[in-house]
Every structure is written in structure tokens, then in C-alpha cells.
């Protein structure tokens, strides 16, 4: 991993999952301060609440690259529950678990299977995890087989990898499998943060499982 200091750059240079396993260990316990809450950090809230409007389903909920829980918390302060968190890092499940909106803590490596059985979940949220030097599309598959017919998905992915990195092929590749496909793009950061994190763009892909 570079040995730079744990930030948004340092994340977006990450190469292998062990790389983020070194990383998040060093954000931990910072990230909730000096990232999200510096860079007016909205998007677990953005992505919640289209995910709780449309949300119908039988309940779990997975937490995909849940990190610190941002997301558990806003799906609460919806009334959801329960929800799952699964995520590579084990420190930043630590601090996840710490917030008490989880039923269960998971770690695992979303770029290969995971140790849950199939059809487990009524729906499956991702914030953040979807990024340069995170997850790709692949992991994909691998969503769909931990939820059950009729889950409800809302998937947070980087605008600048959705197509470069095959998520609009991935999901074009999917017909027959989902159904009600809608994108739409959030900007995740707020007014405090500095200008080039305003312009970024996560396209946010809500679908369900056939
Ligand atoms: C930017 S954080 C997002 C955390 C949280 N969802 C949020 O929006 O604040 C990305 C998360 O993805 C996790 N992650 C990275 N690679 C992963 C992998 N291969 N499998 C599972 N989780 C992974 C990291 O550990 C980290 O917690």
C-alpha cells in the first residue's frame, strides 16, 4: 500500500484488498471526523432515503462496505431494521458495531465469496465501496446470490468508474435477472468540502432482483 496518510487520495490508490485492509485499519478511528464530517459527507444519507422511500421488502438489510455504519444510522433514522454490515476492514466494523444500528457485524472480501447463504436478504445497500481502488462490477454477482427474489438493491457507484470500469456493461449484461432498473446521480459531498470532492458524482443504481 502507498504509505501515505489515510484520506480520500490514499483510497483512491488503493490496488488490492489487502491494500484497503491497511488503510481502513489506520482510518478507523478518524474517518467519521476527519472525512466524513469535514467533507460534509452526504451520501450514506442521499442513498438511504431513496432506498427507504422505495423500500417494501422483507427485511434484512445488507450494509455492503459498510465501514464505520454512516449508512446503518441513516437507514435507522428511516425505521429500517434489521440491517446487517459487511465489510472488509475489521477496525472499521469495530466502529460500525459501536453505533448500535447493526444486527450483525460481517467481515469478509466482497471480491470473492462471501460466508453468507444464498437468499438471505430482503435488500442490499452499498455506499462508498463502489470506487477507484475499492470493488468492481464482479462483486455484482455476488450481491444478487445473498439476496432473495424481490430485494430491493440501491447501489452507490463512482460516476467516473461506472463506465469506465464495466458497471454499465455489467448491468446491461443483467436483463432477466433484475428488474425496474433506474440510475440516479447524487453529488456526495456539501458546501464544506473542498471544490474538487464538490464535483464529484456518484451514479446510484436501484434495481430489483428478479
Ligand atoms: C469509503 S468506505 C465507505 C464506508 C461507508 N459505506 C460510507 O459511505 O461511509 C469504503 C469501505 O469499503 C470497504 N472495502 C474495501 N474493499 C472491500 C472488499 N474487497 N470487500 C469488502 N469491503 C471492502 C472498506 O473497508 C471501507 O470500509
Redesign the pocket.
Known amino acids: 500500500m502507498a504509505d501515505s496518510k489515510p484520506d ?1 487520495d490514499a ?1 483512491y490508490a ?1 490496488k488490492t ?1 489487502e491494500d ?2 491497511a ?2 485499519r489506520e482510518w478507523a478511528k478518524t ?1 467519521d471526523q476527519d ?2 464530517k469535514a467533507n460534509d ?1 452526504r ?2 444519507q442521499l442513498i438511504a432515503e431513496q432506498f427507504a422511500k422505495r423500500c417494501d421488502v422483507d427485511m434484512p438489510v445488507l ?9 446503518g444510522e441513516a437507514l435507522t433514522a428511516h425505521g429500517l431494521a434489521p440491517i446487517d454490515a ?4 475489521h477496525e ?1 466494523l469495530v466502529v460500525a458495531d459501536s453505533k448500535g444500528c447493526y444486527r450483525n457485524i460481517i467481515q ?4 470473492g465469496q462471501v460466508d453468507i447463504p444464498d437468499s438471505s436478504y430482503g435488500g442490499v445497500i ?4 463502489f ?1 477507484h481502488g ?2 468492481g462490477s464482479e ?1 455484482i454477482d455476488e450481491l444478487l446470490r445473498l439476496a432473495r427474489s424481490g430485494a430491493l438493491f440501491a447501489l ?1 457507484i463512482n460516476a467516473e468508474v461506472y463506465k469506465a470500469n464495466g458497471f454499465a456493461a455489467k448491468f446491461a449484461s443483467l436483463k432477466g435477472r433484475i428488474d425496474g432498473f433506474e440510475i440516479f446521480e447524487t453529488c456526495g459531498y456539501g458546501k464544506q468540502a473542498e471544490a474538487r470532492l464538490q464535483q464529484t458524482r456518484s451514479s446510484v443504481a436501484l434495481f430489483r432482483k428478479r
Open positions: 480520500r483510497a488503493l484488498p484497503s485492509v488503510l481502513y474517518y472525512f466524513a459527507y451520501n450514506p450494509d455492503v462496505g459498510a465501514g464505520t455504519g454512516l449508512v459487511l465489510d472488509i476492514s472499521m469478509g472480501d466482497l471480491t452499498s455506499v462508498g465501496t470506487t475499492h470493488v462483486a452507490g
